[in-house]
C-alpha cells in the first residue's frame, strides 16, 4: 500500500514523500511539491507494480525508448558488420513506440508492435526486427542500468519457415564450373570453387586478402567474420592448386586476393555470376547456395553437424541441422557395414 507523509523543508516550503509497499516488491518511493501529484504517482506506481509494468530501476521512468536506441546507435551499432540493416529496423520501433518510457514498454505492447510489424513482412524479416530491438534492452539491463529485466524476453517470435537448401546435383556442379570457367570474368572460376571447397560466405571471399592466405601450410584465416569470430579455413585439393597459381599473378597495387577495376574494392562478380548460371542452365540458384552445397557434400562425406558447424562459422548447430538426414545417411551405412562385418 501507498502512504503518504508531509515534510517542512529548509526553506519554509512542504514536500510529500510517498513509500510503495507491496508484498514481494522492494519499497519505490520519491518527494513531490504537490500532494496531487504526490497522489497520483503514488496510484500508478502501485498500479504498474501489480500489472508487471513496474521496473525497479527509476532509471525506466527516466528515458525514453527513442532515447535507449539513439545511445545503442551511437556507441553500439557502429561496431556490428549490418549496422546499416539492423539501423533500419531500430528506426522502426523508433518511430512507432519512442515515444513511451522504458517502464511503460510492457510485453503486451511488444507484441501489439510486432502484430504490425508482421503486415506485409516474412516472419524471418520480423524475427530480425525482434532480435534488434531485444539487444538494445539487453545493452540497456547489462551495461546502462536503465532496466531490470528485458522485456522482448516475454515476446512470442514468429516461427520462421525451415530454411532452404538448394544443392548442386553433380551433373549441374560440372556445367557451372566449365560455365565460370569460360567466364569474362578471370576470377570468377576460383571464386567459386572457393565457395564450394569451404562453404565460405561471398562476402568473406570477396574481402579475403593475400595476407590471409597460407598457400605453402595450406589455410586461410578469416578474421572478420558474421559472427565475429576468427576463423580458420583448410585449403586444400583443387581450390589449393587454382589460388598457387593465381598467387603467381597477383596484382602489385593491391593485396587483395580478387580486386576490381578500382584496386582497393574487390571485383564485382553479380552479372558475370547471373551469366555463367544461365549458360549452366541451372534454375533457383543463388550463390549462397554453394554455401549450403558444400555443406551437404561433407554431410555425404561423413562430417558430422559439430565439424560442419566449426567449418562453416555457425556458434551452435541449429543452423546445420538443416544436413542433418544427410548425416544420418552416412551413419547408417557405417552401421550396416558394421553389421555385416560382425553377422556377415
Not at 583443387?238 to 603467381?248: D, F, I, M, R, V
Amino acid at each position: 500500500m501507498a502512504s503518504i507523509r508531509n515534510r517542512t523543508n529548509n526553506d519554509g516550503s512542504t514536500s510529500y514523500r510517498v513509500d510503495v509497499r507491496l508484498k514481494g516488491f522492494p519499497a519505490q518511493r520519491a518527494s513531490f511539491r504537490r500532494i496531487t501529484d504526490a497522489k497520483k504517482w503514488a496510484q500508478q506506481t502501485e498500479a504498474a507494480i501489480r500489472e508487471g509494468r513496474y521496473f525497479k530501476t527509476t532509471e525506466a521512468r527516466k528515458h525514453t525508448l527513442a532515447e535507449a536506441i539513439d545511445r545503442y546507435k551511437d556507441s553500439v551499432l557502429p561496431a556490428k558488420r549490418d549496422h546499416k540493416k539492423q539501423s533500419a529496423q531500430l528506426d522502426w520501433w523508433r518511430n512507432e513506440l519512442g515515444a513511451y518510457t522504458l517502464a511503460d514498454v510492457t510485453p503486451s505492447l511488444l507484441g501489439e508492435a510486432r502484430d504490425t510489424l508482421s503486415k506485409g513482412r516474412s516472419p524471418a524479416t520480423v524475427v530480425r526486427y525482434i532480435a534488434a530491438l531485444s539487444h538494445v534492452f539487453t545493452i540497456a539491463v547489462n551495461e546502462w542500468e536503465w532496466l531490470e529485466n528485458n522485456p522482448m524476453r516475454k515476446v512470442r517470435k514468429p516461427k520462421e519457415p525451415r530454411g532452404r537448401v538448394r544443392i548442386l546435383s553433380d551433373d549441374e556442379r560440372k556445367a557451372l564450373l566449365e560455365a565460370c570457367k569460360n567466364s569474362n570474368n578471370q576470377y570468377l572460376h576460383a571464386i567459386v570453387v572457393l565457395a564450394l571447397s569451404s562453404g565460405m560466405r561471398q562476402g568473406e571471399i570477396m574481402n579475403l586478402r593475400w595476407q590471409d592466405v597460407d598457400i605453402e601450410k595450406g589455410f586461410i584465416v578469416l578474421h572478420e567474420t558474421k559472427n565475429n569470430e576468427r576463423r580458420s579455413v583448410p585449403l586444400t585439393s583443387y581450390a589449393h592448386e587454382l589460388l598457387k597459381e593465381h598467387s603467381k599473378l597477383r596484382r602489385l597495387d593491391t593485396d587483395l586476393l580478387f580486386p576490381g577495376k578500382n584496386p582497393k574494392n574487390p571485383v564485382f562478380i553479380r552479372a558475370p555470376w547471373v551469366e555463367a548460371v544461365k549458360e549452366a542452365k541451372i534454375e533457383n540458384f543463388r550463390f549462397h547456395d554453394l554455401r549450403h552445397s558444400a555443406a551437404s557434400y561433407l554431410a555425404m562425406n561423413g562430417a558430422t553437424l559439430a565439424e560442419i558447424a566449426e567449418i562453416l562459422g555457425h556458434k551452435t548447430l541449429q543452423m546445420v541441422k538443416r544436413y542433418s538426414h544427410l548425416t544420418e545417411q552416412h551413419t547408417a551405412k557405417v552401421v550396416a557395414k558394421m553389421n555385416k562385418q560382425i553377422f556377415g
